[in-house]
C-alpha cells in the first residue's frame, strides 16, 4: 500500500474502549501536508514537501510579480517577461531548458497571474539537481538582447491577436468585468496587454523589470514529491545561494475603495453568437473570516448542480445553459491571489432574456441569502464541497495544486503551513457570519455587471 504522507493524517480514535463495545466511527480526516520551509541569506524563500507517491520531483519557482504591478504604459510586460524566460540562460542557452526536461521524459510550463508569475517542471527525482541549477542559471543570468525581446514581442502580439482579439467573447469577462469593477489602475487595466505599448518594449524596460522582480528575495522556490529533505537543502544551497542578495520589492497601493453604486457596463461583439452576462462583486479581505465565509457562499451560490444560481438559471428558468466563476474564478482560485478581488459569474442565454429580467433573476436568489440564515445542512454541505474541492486540488496531477497552495502560502504569508489550517477556517464560519457577509457584499450597489450583445442581427425569414 503506498504512503500517501504528504496528504491526509487520520486523527487517533479515543482509547481504553471495551473490548465489547462496537468499534468507534473513523474520525474525520485533516488535511496535513509534510514539509520544511526555510530562507537562504539572499532572501528566496524555500518549501520542500516530501512524498513517495510516485518517483518524480515537481519543481517550481513563484515570483512575486503579476498583472497587477507591471509598469505603467507598459500593458502586458509580465505576461511578455513570462515569454523571455523561456528563451535561455548565460550557461543554458536557447532550448537547453526544454530538451533537457523532455530528454527526462518529463514536462515544464509557466503563468502569469493577478499577483505572481510561476514556472514549474515535473521530471523524474533523479533529474532533481539539474532542474535546480537551471532554475537557478535563470534566475541570475537570463539572456534578454533585441534578438530575444523582438521574437517574443511578436509572439506575445499573436498571441493577443489570435487568442484574444479575433475570438468571440474576447476579453470578456475576465478582463472586462475587473476593468469595471476596480477604479485602480493596479487592478482595472488591460493586463493581457496592449498591442501598441508590447512592441514599445526596449531591452532596457526588460533588463529593469528582470532587476527589479526577480530577485530572489522576490520569490518562492518549491520542490515536492520523491526527496530527502537534506539532500534537496544543499543542492538548494549550491545553486541557489551564490545568487546576489538584494533588498525585498516595495509594493504599489493596490488597495480598492469601498463601492457604492452599482456598475454596468455592455458592448457589441460582432463574433459572438449568443449575449452574454457577467457580474462581479468584491470580496473580504483574503485570510480574514468574512473571507472564508464568502468562499462558502461562493460554494452556496454557485458552485455545483445544488447551487441555489444553478438551480435558479439553468434548472427552474433555462435562462442558462451552464454557469461558471468563483472568486478569482476565471485566473486560479480563491487562495492564490493578494489584494483586491471579485466574487464573479458569467453565461451565455438566449436573446429572449432580456437583461432586467436576469438581474431580477439573480438577485431573488441572492437576496435569499442575505435576508435569511441558512440551514445547518446547506452549510454543512457547502463545507463538504469546499473540503472536497480543495483535497482534489492536493491530489491532483503532477502535485500542481500542491505546489500552488504552498507557494502562494510562502509567498504573500510568508507561512505555507497555512495550508493545514484552512478547514479550520472554514469551520468556524456561522449562519450568522454568512449572512452578514452577504448584506454586505453582496449588496447591489458592490455589484458591477458587463454584458455582451451579438454583432451580427440574425436573419430575416426568407432573406439571403
Known amino acids: 500500500m503506498k504512503n500517501w504522507s504528504l496528504a491526509l493524517a487520520l486523527a487517533a480514535t479515543a482509547p481504553g474502549a471495551p473490548a465489547f463495545a462496537q468499534a468507534p466511527k473513523p474520525a474525520a480526516q485533516k488535511l496535513h501536508v509534510d514539509h520544511h520551509y526555510f530562507t537562504l541569506p539572499n532572501g528566496l524563500r524555500v518549501v520542500l514537501a516530501k512524498d513517495n507517491i510516485a518517483?518524480?520531483?515537481?519543481?517550481?519557482?513563484?515570483?512575486?510579480?503579476?498583472?497587477?504591478?507591471?509598469?505603467?504604459?507598459?500593458?502586458?510586460?509580465?505576461?511578455?517577461?513570462?515569454?523571455?524566460?523561456?528563451?535561455?540562460?548565460?550557461?543554458?542557452?536557447?532550448?537547453?531548458?526544454?530538451?533537457?526536461?523532455?530528454?527526462?521524459?518529463?514536462?515544464?510550463n509557466g503563468s502569469t497571474r493577478f499577483d505572481f508569475t510561476n514556472y514549474y517542471e515535473i521530471v523524474p527525482s533523479g533529474a532533481l539537481e539539474r532542474m535546480l541549477w537551471l532554475e537557478a542559471d535563470r534566475m541570475a543570468n537570463p539572456v534578454i538582447d533585441d534578438v530575444v525581446l523582438k521574437n517574443q514581442q511578436g509572439v506575445v502580439s499573436n498571441e493577443v491577436k489570435v487568442n484574444v482579439l479575433n475570438q468571440p467573447y474576447s476579453t470578456w469577462p475576465w478582463i472586462d468585468l475587473p476593468m469595471l469593477a476596480n477604479t485602480n489602475w493596479y487592478n482595472s487595466h488591460n493586463f493581457y496587454g496592449d498591442l501598441k505599448e508590447i512592441e514599445a518594449a526596449t531591452v532596457p524596460d526588460a533588463k529593469t523589470f528582470s532587476e527589479q522582480f526577480y530577485r530572489p528575495s522576490n520569490a518562492v522556490l518549491l520542490v515536492a514529491g520523491d526527496l530527502d529533505y537534506d539532500t534537496a537543502k544543499a543542492m538548494i544551497e549550491?545553486?541557489?545561494?551564490?545568487?546576489?542578495?538584494?533588498?525585498?520589492?516595495?509594493?504599489?497601493?493596490?488597495?480598492e475603495p469601498r463601492q457604492t453604486a452599482e456598475k454596468f457596463k455592455s458592448r457589441v461583439d460582432a463574433l459572438a453568437p449568443k449575449p452574454g452576462y457577467a457580474a462581479g462583486y468584491h470580496v473580504p479581505e483574503r485570510g480574514t473570516s468574512e473571507w472564508y465565509a464568502m468562499g462558502l457562499i461562493d460554494q452556496m451560490l454557485l458552485q455545483g448542480d445544488d447551487s441555489r444560481l444553478y438551480t435558479k438559471l439553468v434548472q427552474e428558468t433555462g435562462?442558462?445553459?451552464?454557469?461558471?466563476g468563483g472568486i478569482n474564478g476565471d485566473l486560479g482560485d480563491m487562495f492564490d491571489y493578494k489584494g483586491p478581488m471579485l466574487w464573479s459569474f458569467s453565461f451565455q442565454h438566449d436573446p429572449t432574456h432580456s437583461t432586467a429580467q436576469i438581474t431580477k433573476a439573480v438577485d431573488d436568489v441572492i437576496e435569499g441569502l442575505r435576508t435569511k440564515l441558512v440551514s445547518a445542512e446547506e452549510l454543512a454541505r457547502a463545507r463538504t464541497k469546499m473540503r472536497s474541492d480543495l483535497y482534489g486540488a492536493i491530489d491532483g496531477a503532477g502535485r500542481i495544486g500542491l505546489i500552488n497552495l504552498l507557494g502562494a502560502y510562502a509567498l504573500f504569508d510568508n507561512d505555507p503551513g497555512a495550508v493545514n489550517r484552512i478547514e479550520e477556517g472554514f469551520a468556524k464560519v456561522t449562519p450568522e457570519l454568512i449572512r452578514k457577509t452577504a448584506q454586505e457584499y453582496l449588496r447591489s450597489t458592490n455589484r458591477s455587471i458587463y454584458v455582451v450583445e451579438p454583432g451580427a442581427a440574425a436573419p430575416k425569414a426568407g432573406g439571403k
Open 238 to 255: 549550491k545553486y541557489f545561494g551564490p545568487i546576489a542578495k538584494k533588498p525585498r520589492v516595495a509594493q504599489p497601493d493596490i488597495s
Open 319 to 324: 435562462i442558462a445553459g451552464e454557469i461558471s
Open 55 to 108: 518517483p518524480t520531483v515537481t519543481v517550481a519557482v513563484y515570483y512575486g510579480i503579476g498583472f497587477r504591478v507591471e509598469p505603467r504604459e507598459r500593458t502586458g510586460f509580465a505576461h511578455l517577461f513570462e515569454h523571455l524566460m523561456f528563451q535561455g540562460s548565460k550557461h543554458a542557452p536557447k532550448g537547453v531548458f526544454d530538451t533537457t526536461i523532455t530528454n527526462s521524459g518529463g514536462i515544464n
